[in-house]
């Protein structure tokens, strides 16, 4: 029996991957954030090939930018969403994109061989993040 080769998307690897680590319909919160860098980075790959202005050197770079975002994301952001609040119920919350664009330029100053050009490309390259993760947030289970 032949088996005929299957046209590699994310949304296989992911929910192949995802798939694989659930048990009883749990995921460990490690897996989590592994799920999360992974999916990271390889937005982020892709956020390298199709936007310009966005450089990453490596695959490596992208994983520690992965990682870099991760952290700011967790640590910073709230801080700074709770500092604009004001600013952003205004805006009606539009104002939360320009902190994650200013996150991801933190980041891309922080690492070296991770460049944004400008404004523009910050924002496409976070807006792609964001859509990947959207889009594994709803193939993973709840606890």
Sequence with gaps: MTRTPERFSLKTFVTVYV?????????????RIIVYVATSALALLIANEIIPGLTIDTWQTAVFAAVVLGVLNSFVKPILILLTLPITLITLGLFILVINVLLFMTAAWLLPGFAVA??????????????VHLFVGKTQKAD
Excluded at 19 to 31: C, F
Excluded at 118 to 131: N, Q, R, Y
């Design 19 to 31: 798939q694989a680590s659930i048990e009883d319909g749990m995921m460990s919160h490690m897996t």
């Design 118 to 131: 400008g404004f523009v490309p910050a924002a496409l390259g976070t807006i792609l993040v964001s859509v």
